[in-house]
């Protein structure tokens, strides 16, 4: 199932996948890693950015391989574990649409394998790849939402708080819990130094992404619930 975006951070001969798709992505993931040359043992670790089924979709085939530890932020991590049910999101009228297409392809009522959390995450924590990934707890699309900023390549990892809608258009992301927290998390993202954008759905802005990002921050408008 084509759903969803995720990515591959490389340091020399290792990995870090940052977020792992819906369940059964483990194949293409697999592929996606010996087309760098690699082997799947080549990731070191897994970061979900929250836990929705197209996120930690299929953490668990992926740690299952060589152990990878799985990180995400303590309060999604119940979810993650299947220890607690995820919290359904308040619709807007500008969701509406887009959760009826995603709702078709039965994204929202896949059943998820459960993950081991390895590590949970907290506002500050730093990451050793990337040259030093910094996570950015940024609530708001789930409580346990986080970003992951890396400063010395200008590359921003936005989980669903941001995403790409049409064509060169970059949204706050959909099917919220609470979109008054998510936008003070949108204004934290936008603030960041950044040339490269990637986002859990849509196509990543390469270069930049900084002044694209605050554009929409800026111009974002209040969306009205259902
Ligand atoms: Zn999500
Ligand atoms: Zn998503």
Redesign the pocket.
Known sequence: ME??QVYLWRDADTLTLI?TGVPGSGPEIAEAVRSLGLSPSAIRRIVVT?G?E??SGSAAEVRSWHGAPVHAHEADAAVIRGEARRREPVLTEFDRPIWEQVSSLGVTTVDVPPAPVDVELQDGDELDFGDGARVLSVPG?TLGSIAVYLPKHRVLFT??TV?AGQPGEIIL?V?NLDEGVMLDSFHRLAALDMETACF??GDPVVTGAGTAVRHAAATHQKRQPI
């Open positions: 759903f969803g977020d929250h929705h197209d996120h699309h989980g669903d995403a992301g099917f859990g759905h």
